[in-house]
């Protein structure tokens, strides 16, 4: 059974850092894809960034482009997201999914992921 569980969030003021971690267990992951997504009260959860296990290809949404680079580190099984000059506007749950390789929707998709975490909250103040 697939377990993904998120750590590193908090409260940082603007311009400040973050590094997401999220634990992958209960499979051999090199045939996945790794996921971050985040959902602010009131609105959808949306894509951040993805990274194929295998490749390390990265994918990211445009707003956060320059910012946040997703990585992962094999031994540990772990994906991690370094978020650097945080904005007011990135704060939300940050969601860690992961999903097969070959499944066909874009990594962007949610509906894509059928294994996620339990979420992190991060919080940037102005």
């Known amino acids: 059974q697939v377990q993904l569980v998120e750590s590193g969030g908090g409260l940082v003021q603007a311009g400040g850092s973050l590094r997401l971690s999220c634990a992958a267990s209960?499979?051999?992951?090199?045939?996945?894809?790794m996921g971050w997504f985040r959902q602010a009260p009131g609105k959808e959860r949306e894509f951040v960034a993805a990274?194929?296990?295998?490749?390390?290809?990265?994918y990211s949404t445009d707003s956060v482009k320059g910012r946040f680079t997703i990585s992962r580190d094999n031994a540990k099984n772990t994906v991690y997201l370094q978020m650097n000059s945080l904005k007011p506007e990135d704060t939300a749950v940050y969601y860690c999914a992961a999903r097969l390789q070959l499944t066909t929707t874009p990594p962007i998709s949610r509906s894509g992921y059928p294994y996620w975490g339990q979420g992190t909250q991060v919080t940037v103040s102005s």
């Open positions: 209960g499979r051999t992951f090199s045939s996945y894809t």
């Open positions: 990274i194929r296990w295998s490749s390390g290809t990265t």
